[in-house]
Each structure stands twice: as C-alpha cells, then as structure tokens.
C-alpha cells in the first residue's frame, strides 16, 4: 500500500492508470475528462475520489490502491458491480488528477443520483469512503498549521468570458505544497481568510476537498466572493491576483443631443 504521504505526481501517471484499465475504459476516460464530465477529483494515498456524470446521473467513484497493481474500483456504475472491472468513470477522475484539470458543472450528491434526487449509496462496497475529515479553524493567537494557495489560469478574465475558469486549490503545510485533499488530518488546521474558501470548495465539489475546479460563471461568482482580501490568489503561480472586497463602480455618462447617448 502507499504512503500516506507520497503525492499524485510520485505516484499516478497516465501510463499507469492506461495499462490497468484497458484501452477501451482508457479511450473512454479520456473523452470523459475531455468533455468536461469530471466534476471533482482529489487524490489522498492510498484513495482517489472524485465525481463523474453520466447521461442525467453523478457517480461518486475513485481507485483504491493497494500497490500499482492491485487496484480496486470504487465506482457504483452498473459496469463496475456487474463485471467488477477499472471502468471509464474511475479512470477518468485518476486522468483528471494526472492532468490537472477537472471540470465542475453541479455538486455530485451521492453514489449514483438523478438531478434533484437525494443521494445515497450503491452496493456495499462499491462507493467511495466518506469524503476526508473536515478541517479546523485555528485557535485565537496562534499561526495556522496549512495555508491555502488559490491559482487561476494566466488570463482568469478571458477565461471566466469563454464561459469556464478553472481554479486549483493547493494547501501548503511544513514549506511544502501539495493539493487540499492530500493534506495530512493532523495539519488540517486553516487560519481565518482559509475557512470561507474551503467550505465553498467544500459545496462545489459535493463534499470533497478537491484541488481542482472548472467553474461556470454562476459558479464563479460566489466562489470569487470568499476570495475578497484573500492574501494567496495568483495566476498561474507566478502574478498575485487581488480581489477587492468592494465591488467597483462604473462611472455613467450621458451625453445630450441627437440620439441621446448612455455610456
């Protein structure tokens, strides 16, 4: 089994979650990943959760991996309980981990759910692990033992414009960073700006601490809101973002005359 502490990038690869899947569930989870379809993913060893849709259904579904050959899927698909196979949904949340980027379009809300539906669980052993132990707030006084690091793409505006704006959720404990949901239980301890972050984080990706989210504009918004003074935001790791917790004004003009004018 791997370490608690080893990171996706130590140990998952393309070439990896391919060869233990097939190349028909492989071909399948890259057009799932392609298509946007991954709606959260989080890798915490030996666990890789995440969510999939599926025609008007959310799978809650992930790897557990006893070593990099004895892999069991913890998808709740009729293909996984039917024929106990690595299926496309797991793959793809492992490929969206890979590849740092997952789309978000709703929260998942159970193992396999209609829109609206409450969620629930599939077959005993099917389902993913409940989602990871919450975090905690800091005591008074005292410095927090992880901060978050929130990273946009280079043009966050063109992005959010093309309808998408994906956001990678990074927490850094011990001069380390990792993603969120790798982070050790012990150093799950944020200090204020953190705590509204994580628990949007926490409602987009349908109970998950993931590290990576594509947002939709409506999305965005609220998300974008928790963000305001936030000290750690950059684009692309490298230019600090600042969102300011006031709204701007714009400035309206009119201008009289023929064809009177709004600008």
């Not at 899947?21 to 890259?30: D, K, M, S, V």
Request: charge should be positive; hydrophobic fraction near 40%.
């Amino acid at each position: 089994m791997p370490d608690p502490s080893i990171t996706a990038r130590d140990f998952l690869s393309e070439k990896l979650l391919l060869e233990a899947g097939g190349w028909q569930a492989a071909r399948e989870a890259r057009a799932i990943v392609e298509a946007g379809r991954v709606l959260s993913a989080t890798w915490r060893a030996p666990l890789l959760q995440g969510a999939v849709r599926e025609g008007d259904r959310d799978y809650r579904c992930g790897l557990r991996f006893r070593s990099r050959s004895d892999i069991e899927n913890l998808c709740g698909c009729p293909i996984a309980r039917r024929d106990g196979i690595l299926c496309a949904h797991s793959l793809a949340v492992g490929l969206a981990v890979v590849r740092g980027t997952s789309g978000l379009s709703e929260p998942a809300t159970g193992t396999a759910t209609r829109r609206g539906e409450s969620g629930g669980r599939g077959a005993a052993g099917t389902g993913p692990e409940t989602a990871a132990p919450a975090w905690r707030a800091a005591p008074p006084d005292t410095e927090p033992r992880a901060r978050l690091h929130l990273v946009f793409p280079p043009d966050p505006g063109r992005a959010l414009a093309a309808g998408r704006l994906a956001l990678s959720v990074e927490a850094e404990a011990h001069g380390k960073k990792g993603m969120l949901g790798a982070l050790a239980e012990a150093d799950r301890e944020f200090g204020g700006p953190d705590l509204p972050v994580l628990e949007a984080v926490r409602e987009l990706a349908g109970g998950l601490p993931a590290g990576f989210l594509n947002l939709t504009a409506t999305q965005a918004g609220p998300l974008l809101a928790t963000l305001r003074g936030h000290p750690r935001v950059t684009a692309a790791r490298k230019q600090p973002i600042r969102i300011d917790r006031e709204p701007m004004r714009a400035e309206l003009t009119f201008e009289e005359g023929e064809g009177r004018r709004m600008r």
